[in-house]
């Protein structure tokens, strides 16, 4: 990671856990925001500018869940919840509203600064490009669904659609894949950049908050459809 000032707004109410989460990140030059309850992290977020999230899904005063809503509604930076639970049920549900990524604890701190690394490419990576002057607008135009690269703007029938990096990218390979089913393993190793591994619900929770997004309905999407037992599709 470069020296780039990032901030890092890390919740946790396990000091210790926060302290080394800090030490490990602050060492490549980011600024760590650390929050013990909830009521501290939602005051952070209202003042302070934020290019990543860490959030406990346990807190005294609520929920890392309840924070990552209020990150949602106006802000796009990636979240990556951290859970001592485990579960399936966990990790759909802080994907399925809004996050990135999850780690489960115990962790490797080398792990969490390798995920915090791998966030922050992909934010860097489909927030700052700008068109090139005098060159046509890389974009695809798919009944009404326009999607432009360049800019980092979605559009279904004219309205806006507010996607997270990891949604845009996903909408965005879906589109370049147009006609062909991907599966669920090459969607998530090319917008995650990770080996997929069995049992792996990450790329469902994902597809269900595009549609949701997109006012698709689950049984009968108008674009980006399932074939069951294999992937992914939008149809030519």
Not at 6 to 18: G, Q, R, S, T, W
Not at 116 to 133: D, E, F, G, S, W
Request: proline content about 5%; some cysteine; charged content about 25%.
């Amino acid at each position: 990671m470069n020296q780039m000032g990032y901030n890092i707004l890390v919740v946790d109410d396990e000091k210790e856990l926060a302290d080394v989460i800090e030490l490990y990140l602050a060492g490549d030059g980011c600024t760590i925001h650390k929050c013990y309850t909830g009521a501290e992290a939602l005051a952070c977020i209202a003042h302070t500018e934020l290019d990543l999230a860490i959030l406990d899904v346990m807190l005294p005063d609520g929920d890392g869940f309840q924070i990552c809503r209020k990150i949602r509604e106006k802000s796009y930076y990636p979240i990556i919840m951290l859970t001592a639970k485990g579960t399936d049920a966990d990790k759909i549900r802080g994907l399925a509203i809004g996050a990135d990524d999850y780690i489960t604890k115990p962790f490797n701190p080398l792990e969490v600064a390798a995920r915090v690394k791998t966030q922050l490419r992909r934010y860097r990576l489909y927030n700052n490009a700008a068109p090139k002057p005098e060159e046509p607008a890389h974009e695809y135009d798919i009944r009404g669904l326009v999607i432009n690269r360049d800019s980092h703007k979605c559009f279904l029938f004219g309205k806006e659609l507010q996607l997270t990096p990891i949604e845009f990218a996903i909408l965005w390979y879906l589109c370049e894949q147009q006609g062909s089913v991907v599966p669920s393993e090459e969607l998530f190793e090319a917008v995650w950049g990770e080996k997929f591994l069995q049992n792996n619900n990450t790329v469902m929770a994902h597809i269900g908050r595009l549609r949701e997004k997109m006012g698709e309905p689950a049984r009968n999407p108008r674009f980006v459809k399932t074939v069951w037992g294999v992937g992914y599709t939008i149809e030519k």
